[in-house]
DNA sequence: GTGAAAGCGCTAACAC
DNA sequence: GTGTTAGCGCTTTCAC
């Protein structure tokens, strides 16, 4: 592999000419300029961007934690990430830290041993020494920690629950289950505190039997709907994902339960596929593309130095489909 | 930041004993190690590994080159890469081509300039030099070009779409539709050749009305069902994946044509979904993961120096679920 | 077993 | 506008 040092020799100038001419050609005469292309061109100069970044100490990548690669609802943010990421020339390492914690950590040594030079993280399942207070250039996204001084990127869940349950309510149902996530995590709170928001503003008691815990996962959703009907009864569901309305749905029919006709149940995310299943799966959409998009946005100026908003909300939107009608049906 | 001389100084050896201590623990004395690790310890070392990369020449990063992050069949081949990586202290740098030879170049030029180490790539869509004969260390994985000389990880698909042909033969069809991938892939042209084998083998004709292309995304599935079923009677369909089937299924039943009852199908993957929709669909399963562990053992063999099988077949698997009945019902 | 010293390939002052 | 030079932080001979 060529060196700088055989462009120069090549060109017959020095090396620094030749890495002004590559980083700002404005710098250089145009006679030197197009010599050095030349030189470049003939040996298949492709400059060591390693020794680039040690000299300047960056990486010009980010890593981006997510707790489950395999769980679509985050590779439409990932994209969204990618394509800020590559406009403005950071690579993206992409860190499954499968739920746990020290995966996370061994992520997040990678800014510590300048592999990368930020972290966006789309878990909240991380180290709890960073919780206190992050000195890493980082920024949060879907996920947060009440206090945790960071950037973050996410939704209003707590209003965007909320919409929904209002929409059920709209249409008559009276007798609303909820399956839940994780209870420890805060936005799980937050929707959950939405849901009540919405029986409360119209006089409805809070049924603690109407809950259910999951763990966002489909099975978990399944079994979550099979012990809820054993003791509530209900006309319609909410789920605090699509993944986990889809379990639910599935347990549903096996039980005999129409969707809709006996069952409206609405979800959370708008994963690709709310819109194929039969009927279609009325849910809250979470624009994930913008949301990748907002997160790598806000860490690049963060990188740059600039300061960035502490916490930019995402507006969601309640899309319905076919799997709501009226309880009177 | 501190630095290795840093932590030298504290423990008062050379940076080339602290390098050694942390690098090689058996080339130093017991007290010596000792000393430096309290060091390092005291003042948060961490080393910069751009440094190291730089003086050894590696960078332990091995780029993944996906056509679309958002096709879940990639999700889970990416994370048994993952985790062979992890064990072998690479990182992986995922890189979404967005199904364009321009972004594959970007990610192969990595290793050009040292940022990586070598490539898996999950696409055949890359940059016609690089075709002719790799120098770079690469390993494909699911896709192939016939006479590419890199190692592949693959599946038969000649052999495996036969046999989910040949189901359909046994239990009674007699006219089966076949939406088909782009033809100038390989891997497409290898599937409908086991669909012909299929037929050829008990003597049935094969029509060219029985097919219909798709580019493997759900719409083009949904789309090319209802072009096929306007010129093609069949009582059993055959797709090239599992998302083209979820497509042509949403299509059958908008168009009042019963699953199973009147039209089987089959698809190819298995998705996470598959299993999930009413009826669960039956389909050609490829051990996604293993796929990924397969392939990113295979570079990091090549890496290491040593010589890779050029060609691993990992053994596919017909699901058999709902989606498909005698066509005598 | 340990230290001194030479670089890995590049960039950025600083001179000219 | 261009060259000289001094490192970035680490590993690794080569001596001792």
Redesign the interface.
Known sequence: ?PTIKDVAKLAGVSTATVSRAMMNPEKVSEKTRLKVEAAVAECGF??????R??RR?E?K?IVVIVPD??N?FF??I??GI?RVALKNAY????G?SIHTVEQAKAYM??V????ADGIISLTAELPAEVRQGSELPMVMACEYFPGFPVPTVRIDNRGSASRAVDYLLDIGHRSIGCITGPMENPICIDRKAGYQDSLQKINIAVDEQAFEDGDFS?HSGYSAFRRLQQHFNMTALFCFNDMMA??AM?AA?ELGIKVPQQLSIVGFDDL??AE???PGLTTVRQPQEEIGITAANTLVKVLQGGKANQDTIIPTQLLVRGSCVSPSK
Chains 1, 2 share one sequence.
Do not use: C, E, H
């Open positions: 592999m492709s400059p060591n961007v390693i020794a970044n040690l100490s990486s990548t690669i395999s679509m590779a439409n990932v994209r990618q690579k993206v390492l992409l499954d040594d990678l510590r041993s300048k592999q489909f889809l379990g599935k029919i690709l596929f194929y299943t039969d």
